[in-house]
């Protein structure tokens, strides 16, 4: 189950923040998120400090839009590790 938290920081930057687990399944309710913000030119900040677990399909999601407009933040060592690995093979 994941549960995102949605939260206007200013005009230009959302956070997002995620709680629970990042699955194949939960991601499509991310994607979902992160495709209301992403379309205009707010700045996104995905909070990933609630994630106890993630496989590989959403970290090599993430891994490939990071970027000006999406920064990742407080991740456990594990989904650090996850993301870089992913981020390597693309």
């Known amino acids: 189950m ?3 938290t949605e939260n206007l ?3 230009d930057v959302i956070r997002l923040r995620l ?3 990042l699955t194949t399944e939960s991601s499509a309710e991310l994607d979902k998120a992160l495709s209301r913000y ?3 030119k707010r700045r996104i900040i995905l909070d990933m400090a609630g ?3 993630m496989n590989d399909e959403p970290a090599a999601k993430l891994a490939r839009i990071k970027g000006e407009t999406l920064r ?3 991740c456990s060592p594990f989904i650090a590790a996850l993301l ?5 093979t693309d």
């Open 19 to 21: 709680d629970g687990s």
């Open 2 to 4: 994941l549960r995102i």
């Open 38 to 40: 992403h379309q205009g």
């Open 51 to 53: 994630v106890s677990f």
């Open 84 to 88: 870089d690995a992913a981020e390597r």
């Open 9 to 11: 920081e200013n005009g």
């Open 72 to 74: 990742i933040i407080n």
